[in-house]
């Protein structure tokens, strides 16, 4: 189910995700500001596919384009949609979704991104930006395929 504002800071729910993508044809992209600097950075993925609640919400994601660096590289087919009260992802011995701050798709020692984990820690933040990769902010969409 989503959740929050959808005129603001909004989850749009992974059972609307899994029936929106389960035809891919749509890419996904992240906006993103980082921390510090107010730069901006994107990364797409014309593969994005949300499997059902079933199989756990796994990601299928590829095809990757952008400045920002491939922070979801290598998580294709395995990695399942984690939270605080639904542990699913790869860590060995941490809940990764109670530590950061958000549910989110978290591969091998909680991931190379945090896009949905608590603002203004070290929990929000994108691997591949140059310098830091603490954000300021993000935004994750869906875009149809041309």
Not at 53 to 64: H, K, P, R, S
Not at 71 to 77: F, V
Not at 111 to 136: E, I, K, M
Request: hydrophobic share 30%; proline share 3%.
């Amino acid at each position: 189910m989503g959740f929050a504002q959808p005129s603001g800071n909004y989850w749009l729910g992974n059972d609307q995700l899994s029936q929106l993508t389960a035809n891919n044809r749509y890419k996904l992209r992240f906006d993103l500001q980082q921390n510090g600097t107010g730069n901006w950075y994107y990364a797409e993925y014309s593969t994005f596919i949300v499997q059902s609640e079933a199989d756990n919400y796994t990601l299928q994601v590829g095809g990757f384009s952008g400045n920002a660096g491939d922070a979801l590289g290598g998580w294709n087919d395995d990695v399942q949609f984690s939270t605080f009260d639904g542990e699913n992802d790869r860590h060995p011995s941490v809940n990764c979704a109670a530590v950061l701050g958000g549910g989110f798709w978290y591969g091998d020692w909680c991931g190379g991104c945090s896009v949905n984990g608590a603002r203004g820690t070290d929990h929000f933040y994108w691997d591949g930006l140059p310098g830091s990769h603490d954000l300021q902010y993000s935004r994750m969409w869906l875009q149809c395929k041309p």
